[in-house]
């Protein structure tokens, strides 16, 4: 029987096994670098989690609000959150290959839509990669069907598969 996950806040001592999952996960894009992942912790530390397994880091989930029509560059660091925002953005999944299966995205996934629904939030945003987006759909979430073209521009710097998708509220 596999142990089950514990979830808790990121913090900043977390960030060397964040690097490490993202390393192990990671085929495209180039994972980004510490300096870009604390600066999401930095501008939302209330959404951004971590998965461990009888102590070992498993995975993880960074998200914070942000304005869904201009999701944030790859690997740009955010000084501070836009002063109007309508989504919480979901950032970066990850999980150790070591640890799949253990349905811990799924948790990660669960409980920053929970959030969502908490802060007020009508939608939920990502950009999905290495042929993620049947993963995401489980969740609602559904490829804008036309992208604005500064859009499919930030999308081509993710990756050749990169896919902008949204998910809005049951009760939006």
Known sequence: MRPDAAIRLLQASDIDAVLT???????????????VLLSKLHISPATCWL??????????????????????????????????VDCLYLHDLAIHPDFRGYKIAGALVQGALRAA?????????????????????RFGFAPLSDPHPRLREKLASYSADATFMLRRAVNA
């Open 21 to 35: 999952i993202q390393s192990r996960a990671y085929t495209e894009p180039v994972p980004e670098t510490a300096e």
């Open 51 to 84: 998965a461990e397994v009888d102590g070992h880091p498993a995975g993880y989930l960074l998200t914070h609000p942000w304005i869904a029509a201009a999701p944030p560059a790859l690997h740009a660091p955010i000084d501070a959150l836009p002063a109007e």
């Open 117 to 137: 629904d908490e802060m007020g939030f009508a939608q939920a945003a990502l950009i999905a990669v290495q042929a993620s987006r049947k993963f995401w759909a």
